[in-house]
């Protein structure tokens, strides 16, 4: 009962004392928060936002590059100009290619070696660094290594073919706009195969014995196995390198650069490259500086979505995960 005296004026004193320290405890901890995220936030601003920013200005503009700010606005002329561009457009679908490609070929290329690479065998972890090199060596060593393989005269792939008989099979490679995406899609699967291979193979050894074990026991051959166990259970780790392949590929730059510098004739150009030739090569930045803001457009409506519909579960998965380590 409650006394008439006053006597719950104390406890409510004592309670109101009580919720000070918790005060100062969250306090503090959004102070520790803010103090470790600041650094980060503001390197965040200056090294992604400000550009993005820059460049959504910029292409508003017919510049040249030079002087501190443009000044001849043009409002959307140069995105206008873009989709009566035919190097532009064709950058759109070599991209869609090395894409299609890329997930079509690459990625079941590492898929298939980690599975191989996961069983029981002689030198097992130098096959896996021997797969792997390639990635850790840099683009620029290795498109100046493919040109010199895929060199029309003196080029090791053409003298392979000639020494076995194949001498019909011999090309131009990368000076032939029929053969040049298909070549270097061969360079990209060299280098960055060995990438995927490593995140499958970590995806494969995730996967508990017992699982395949019990399947096995239950009857099951090696491709049911496959099929119905291990390939469902590696799905989070495929959506993951499907994502990056495609996002890899959209803004791959390098490569081409090296060994092409997108010739033949523009037939091996990205939007990348392309974007660098009328920046650097031609002094047209705004109309670069367009072709990045779609660059950037295409990503994020891709990652977006991609997470939206394709990775959900794994997300939503991974949030529950957290709450219920808390």
Same mark, same amino acid.
């Given at each position: 009962?409650? !006394?008439?005296?006053?006597?719950?004026?104390? !406890?409510?004193?004592?309670?109101?004392? +009580?919720?000070?320290?918790?005060?100062?405890?969250?306090?503090?901890a959004w102070a520790t928060i803010a103090a470790f995220l600041l650094p980060a936030l503001v390197l965040f601003c200056l090294l992604v936002v400000a550009p993005i920013l820059l460049a959504l200005y910029? @292409?508003?503009? *017919?510049? #040249? %590059?030079?002087?501190?700010? &443009?000044?001849?606005?043009? $409002?959307?002329? #140069?995105?206008t100009r873009l989709f009566e561009d035919e190097i532009f457009l064709g950058d759109l679908w070599r991209g869609l290619l090395l894409i299609v490609l890329s997930v079509g070929v690459q990625l079941p290329?590492?898929?298939?070696?980690?599975?191989?690479? #996961?069983?029981?065998?002689?030198?097992?972890? =130098?096959?896996?660094?021997?797969?792997?090199?390639?990635?850790?060596?840099? /683009?620029?060593?290795?498109?100046?290594?493919?040109?010199?393989?895929? @060199?029309?005269?003196?080029?090791?792939?053409?003298?392979?073919?000639?020494?076995?008989?194949? /001498? +019909?099979?011999?090309?131009?490679?990368?000076?032939?706009?029929?053969?040049?995406?298909?070549?270097?899609?061969?360079?990209?699967?060299? *280098?960055?195969?060995?990438?995927?291979?490593?995140?499958?193979?970590?995806?494969?050894?995730?996967?508990? @014995?017992?699982?395949? /074990?019990?399947?096995?026991?239950? +009857?099951? #051959?090696?491709?049911?196995?496959?099929?119905?166990?291990?390939?469902?259970?590696?799905? &989070?780790?495929?959506?993951?390198? =499907?994502?990056?392949? =495609?996002? %890899?590929?959209?803004?791959?730059?390098?490569?081409?650069?090296?060994?092409?510098? $997108?010739?033949?004739?523009?037939?091996?150009?990205?939007?990348?490259?392309?974007?660098?030739?009328? %920046?650097?090569? !031609?002094?047209?930045?705004?109309?670069?500086?367009?072709?990045?803001?779609?660059?950037?457009?295409?990503?994020?409506?891709?990652?977006?979505?991609?997470? !939206?519909?394709?990775?959900?579960?794994?997300?939503? %998965?991974?949030?529950? $995960?957290? *709450?219920?380590?808390?």
């Amino acid at each position: 009962m409650t !006394r008439l005296d006053g006597a719950t004026e104390p !406890r409510e004193a004592g309670r109101r004392a +009580g919720d000070r320290p918790a005060r100062r405890f969250r306090l503090r901890a959004w102070a520790t928060i803010a103090a470790f995220l600041l650094p980060a936030l503001v390197l965040f601003c200056l090294l992604v936002v400000a550009p993005i920013l820059l460049a959504l200005y910029a @292409s508003l503009f *017919k510049w #040249n %590059g030079f002087g501190v700010l &443009p000044t001849d606005f043009i $409002g959307l002329d #140069n995105f206008t100009r873009l989709f009566e561009d035919e190097i532009f457009l064709g950058d759109l679908w070599r991209g869609l290619l090395l894409i299609v490609l890329s997930v079509g070929v690459q990625l079941p290329l590492a898929l298939g070696i980690a599975l191989l690479l #996961n069983q029981p065998m002689r030198g097992r972890a =130098v096959y896996r660094l021997l797969f792997f090199a390639p990635y850790v060596v840099s /683009e620029v060593i290795a498109a100046v290594l493919f040109t010199m393989v895929f @060199s029309p005269e003196q080029g090791l792939a053409n003298r392979i073919l000639t020494a076995i008989g194949l /001498e +019909g099979l011999t090309s131009t490679w990368l000076a032939d706009p029929s053969t040049v995406m298909y070549t270097l899609f061969i360079v990209m699967t060299w *280098k960055y195969f060995g990438f995927y291979m490593i995140i499958f193979l970590a995806g494969r050894q995730a996967i508990p @014995s017992e699982v395949t /074990e019990a399947a096995a026991i239950d +009857g099951a #051959n090696t491709w049911q196995i496959f099929r119905h166990v291990t390939l469902p259970l590696l799905g &989070p780790t495929i959506r993951i390198g =499907v994502f990056l392949s =495609v996002i %890899g590929t959209i803004q791959l730059f390098d490569l081409v650069w090296v060994l092409t510098g $997108g010739g033949p004739i523009h037939t091996s150009e990205t939007l990348a490259v392309t974007m660098f030739q009328y %920046g650097f090569a !031609r002094y047209q930045v705004g109309y670069a500086s367009a072709i990045s803001v779609v660059m950037f457009i295409i990503s994020l409506v891709f990652a977006l979505g991609y997470q !939206r519909w394709v990775m959900r579960r794994d997300i939503e %998965g991974a949030i529950t $995960g957290m *709450k219920d380590h808390r």
